[in-house]
């Protein structure tokens, strides 16, 4: 019996390997060259039901092992044990879990239930980004830290940052990344505007558009009907008969937040330090062969 | 300063790999490896306080992580390596320093972390990887030894030298987990995602199945154990760089 398990766990290893190595180096574009691929694409291999086959194989293999009498040992059947529920429990993850993208500006509030799947009356929660902090390594533009300071359901102010995730009910919030954009403030007589780079406005009879902002000049390209200017910052300047100034660019932050559903998954941390000590104990202490 | 530290490094092994072949006396061979320790130690030390993180951040840093966990392991465990091996490993340490003076100025300038990087637990994570590397490395050798010696697999010459193969691929194979499960838990902390299929994760998966068939064979002979090691060490090899400089993922550190 043990020669079986032992072959048949060879070949679905084997097979494992050779799978998730192809997938690696294909990239989705080549399953439109060569259909058969397709189904091990790196955009769809890791999410089908070939690759949730191997693997239940695989535990169904180690099961039966450790329950028939394949394995000696009680620290091997343990070990293995524990391999399966690892393997098991993320395949729940992967296939169960909620998880999506948030992507608030600063200012901006969204309501939660609104990204759900399943919306709920529970999760009904507006939240809003109050402020987003980021410090820069000094003399470089790579962030150290960033941080969103958030007001959930108009109470109660929350503070994200990387590696310390918030939660809300069995949702955990990750701050994941963020966005920046530029908007510049434009004003002409009374009229004061925000405007982005590359977004064309309307004053009076002029169509204006901010094509960019040199740093080594100083100034901006601003195009008014057509026609291009170089016009420096936070002085009025005179465009086709247009007065306007345009103030220096402010950055504006996106915070991008990740949210996972926790559905208590977080036992696999503690499945995986078992799984170390008794590996530890198998491979340091029994000097044999773990078969 | 780092590369000068680095350069003397270099000479000094040199200096202690002519020592070993010219049998001089045991000594005055590891007194020449332990001070070539000191200045390598003394190197990533520089290294770390000019960059303000633990010296496991790029390329450049972890081959200089590898070839001095090497030396470690010749020295402090010395009982584990016979003396007549240890000329190979003296030479693959100097080659890895060799590899890392001779790598562009861009590989070796120190850039800032992300924030997701500093974290306690890249301090479990990579070193643990870098351990198993290097036990991995040094079960690579003696499985060439094994296929250059191509004699009797009941000889006691090659039934220690599988021993030793043994010893080095339970090490390997403990570590590699340890990375594997600390890299998860990370993952989990800073992403609250164990898995993510990246190409990183995938190949130090493939790394691990690939070495879990040493302790699944139904006849485990040397030549077997040998071919098995040396897989996994070219997995190894891909995954630490065919992974960064061939496809794209979260984990590709230049």
Redesign the interface.
């Known amino acids: 019996m043990i020669?079986t398990y032992?072959?048949v766990?060879?070949i679905v290893?084997?097979v494992?390997?050779g799978a998730?190595?192809i997938?690696?180096?294909l990239v989705p574009e080549d399953s439109a060259l060569i259909p058969i691929l397709r189904v091990l694409s790196?955009d769809r291999f890791?999410a089908s039901p070939l690759n949730i086959a191997l693997w239940l194989t695989l535990c169904l293999v180690m099961l039966l092992a450790i329950f028939l009498k394949g394995m000696p040992g009680f620290a091997q059947k343990c070990l293995h044990f524990l391999l399966v529920m690892i393997f098991l429990l993320?395949i729940y993850?992967?296939t169960v879990n909620q998880?999506f993208y948030i992507s608030i500006r600063e200012e901006q509030e969204v309501n939660f239930t609104s990204f759900l799947e399943k919306p709920g009356a529970a999760y009904d929660i507006p939240i809003r980004l109050l402020k987003f902090d980021i410090q820069f390594?000094s003399g470089?533009n790579?962030?150290?830290?960033?941080t969103s300071q958030l007001l959930i359901n108009q109470t109660d102010t929350a503070l994200l940052a990387?590696?310390q995730?918030l939660d809300i009910g069995r949702y955990?919030l990750?701050q994941?990344a963020y966005d920046r954009d530029y908007f510049v403030k434009a004003i002409s007589n009374q009229d004061t505007l925000i405007t982005q780079f590359n977004m064309p406005f309307n004053l009076n009879q002029w169509e204006i558009v901010l094509r960019e902002f040199n740093v080594t000049t100083g100034n901006f390209l601003v195009e008014v009907d057509k026609a291009e200017y170089q016009v420096a910052p936070d002085e009025i300047s005179n465009l086709s008969g247009l007065k306007i100034k345009f103030d220096r660019p402010s950055p504006r932050y996106t915070s991008i937040i990740?949210v996972?559903e926790?559905t208590g998954?977080?036992i696999?941390?503690i499945l995986?330090?078992m799984?170390?000590l008794v590996?530890?104990y198998l491979?340091?202490w029994k000097q044999s062969?773990?078969? | 300063m780092e590369q000068a530290l680095l350069l003397l490094t270099l000479i000094i092994y040199l200096a202690a790999f002519v020592s070993l072949i010219t049998r001089v006396r045991d000594r005055i061979c590891h007194g020449l490896i332990w001070l070539a320790i000191l200045s390598h130690l003394s190197a990533l030390a520089f290294r770390s306080i000019v960059a303000g993180h633990p010296p496991f951040t790029n390329l450049y840093e972890t081959i200089l992580l590898l070839s001095f966990l090497l030396a470690l392991r010749l020295v402090l465990w010395r009982r584990q390596i016979e003396r007549r091996y240890s000329w190979i490993i003296l030479l693959t340490i100097m080659g890895l320093i060799g590899a890392a003076l001779g790598m562009p100025s861009s590989y070796k300038t120190i850039?800032?972390?992300?924030?997701?990087l500093?974290?306690i637990w890249m301090y479990l994570h990579v070193p643990a990887y870098f351990f198993g590397y290097m036990a991995l490395v040094l079960a690579f050798i003696y499985a060439l030894i094994f296929l250059l010696r191509g004699k009797n697999e009941s000889s006691s010459e090659t039934l220690n030298l599988i021993r030793r193969l043994d010893n080095e691929v339970?090490?390997a194979?403990?570590f590699l987990?340890?990375g594997l499960?600390t890299g998860?838990?990370w993952a989990?902390?800073?992403?609250?995602?164990?898995?993510a299929?990246d190409?990183k994760e995938?190949?130090a998966?493939?790394n691990i199945?690939?070495l879990?068939?040493y302790?699944?064979?139904?006849k485990?002979k040397g030549i077997k154990k040998v071919f098995i090691v040396i897989l996994t060490f070219l997995?190894v090899v891909f995954t630490y760089l065919g992974?960064s400089f061939l496809?794209r993922g979260i984990h590709s550190y230049l």
């Open positions: 020669k032992l072959r766990f060879q290893v084997v494992l390997i998730l190595a997938s690696t180096l790196p890791y993320i993850d992967k998880r390594h470089t790579a962030p150290a830290a960033f990387v590696n995730p955990r990750y994941n990740e996972v926790v998954v977080n696999l941390a995986g330090l799984y170390l590996l530890a491979l340091g062969n773990v078969q | 850039r800032p972390l992300m924030p997701a500093n974290s339970r090490i194979f403990l987990n340890i499960v998860a838990i989990y902390h800073s992403w609250g995602n164990y898995w299929w190409v995938v190949w998966l493939i199945l690939t879990a068939l302790f699944h064979l139904l485990p997995t992974v496809l």
